[in-house]
Nanobody
Framework: QVQLVESGGGLVQPGGSLRLSCAAS????????MAWYRQAPEKQRELVAV???????NYRDSVKGRFTISRDNAKNTVYLQMNSLKPEDTAVYYC????????WGQGTQVTVSS
């Protein structure tokens, strides 16, 4: 079993940056896929970015060039660096581990507003 705890969310102005962190309660080195999802009010949860155990990454089109996902297996942590934030990025961001059928964190709120 693994627990995931997200942090780093908050209120930021358009064009600003935030870095989200997802700390795992155990080693993530053997977890093949780690990801960030987000869910805006009254919308379905959507995949934002994925990072594999080999370091491969993939992003949804709307965040390409602005967001960067990374993982530090030594620290059991996954990051999401978000730059050039837009109001439409406002959502609760969830960390996900492809482990034992899928494990989710509790989420962290990101609000982009002037």
């Amino acid at each position: 079993q693994v627990q995931l705890v997200e942090s780093g969310g908050g209120l930021v102005q358009p064009g600003g940056s935030l870095r989200l962190s997802c700390a795992a309660s155990r080693s993530i080195a053997s977890i093949g896929v780690m990801a960030w999802y987000r869910q805006a009010p009254e919308k379905q949860r959507e995949l934002v970015a994925v990072v594999t155990s080999s370091g491969g990454t993939n992003y949804r089109d709307s965040v390409k060039g602005r967001f960067t996902i990374s993982r530090d297996n030594a620290k059991n942590t996954v990051y999401l660096q978000m730059n050039s934030l837009k109001p439409e990025d406002t959502a609760v961001y969830y960390c996900y581990a492809d482990y034992i059928g899928g494990t989710w964190g509790q989420g962290t709120q990101v609000t982009v507003s002037s």
